[in-house]
């Protein structure tokens, strides 16, 4: 019997040995699997991070060509004022002596519609 109580016992052995392992392998696939995941969020940090970069970098260069643009349509229309307002000036004068001298100056004429009742 004591062979054969041994051989259970070796058999226990064997079983806690092989349920210990699995239990290590479970273990050791579990911590894979976490530094996998850290790896991964790592990654896809580090690649968001530049994909932001890139995109702040575009950003900055279309808005900076932007600015550019406006601030030369901004400096076009003050020049186009100050010329509006220098040939408004010149001629102002001329201008209203003009409409002054046809509105003032009537000259009575027949039209040329107009007939005589005889």
Known sequence: MSSQS????QL???EKRAKDKLEEAKKRKVKRLRQAKEEAMAE??????QRDEEFRQKQ???MGSQSNVLEEIEVQT????KELH???SKSMESVINELLS???DVKPEIHVNY???N
């Not at 041994?6 to 016992?9: C, L, R, S, T, Y």
């Not at 003050?78 to 004022?81: A, N």
Request: with cysteine; hydrophobic share 45%.
């Open 6 to 9: 041994q051989g259970i016992h």
């Open 12 to 14: 226990l052995q064997a």
């Open 44 to 49: 896809t940090d580090q690649y968001r991070m």
């Open 60 to 62: 900055a260069k279309i």
């Open 78 to 81: 003050l020049g186009k004022i």
């Open 86 to 88: 220098a040939s408004y």
């Open 102 to 104: 046809i509105v003032c």
């Open 115 to 117: 007939r005589l009742a």
